[in-house]
């Protein structure tokens, strides 16, 4: 599997989940285009650094060949399924109460709740 693939089958799987599994429906809300909008320069920034450096580089034969500042356009199927997918398990998770803190309150007395 070349990372062309490997980068499509990331971002099908990442919409699938978010409207399916977790059914988040991220996808459809603004404040997740404006999150992503914030994201996106900082990797493009991030992306051309190592690439343009040769710190991360790729075989011609593994990238459709069409490259965004030095980095092959399918670092951005790839990073946006990595954004996608960490904000839905964030959500998916956060609804299940995993983002309680599992320590009792005290109040002032000294008391647990």
Same mark, same amino acid.
């Given at each position: 599997m070349i990372y062309s693939d490997i980068a499509i089958t990331a971002f099908a799987i990442a919409v699938m989940a978010d409207l399916f599994l977790f059914k988040n429906s991220l996808l459809t809300r603004p404040a997740f285009w404006t999150s992503y909008t /914030? /994201?996106?320069?900082?990797?493009?920034?991030?992306?051309?650094w190592l690439t343009s450096k040769n710190i991360v580089m790729y075989s011609p034969d593994a990238i459709v060949g069409l490259r965004i500042f030095s980095a092959p356009a399918e670092d951005l199927l790839f990073g946006f399924a990595l954004v996608l997918s960490v904000m839905g398990m964030w959500e998916f998770w956060g609804r299940r109460g995993m983002q309680q803190d599992p320590r009792p309150n005290k109040n002032k007395g000294g008391k647990s709740n």
């Open positions: /914030i /994201i996106l320069p900082f990797q493009l920034l991030t992306n051309w």
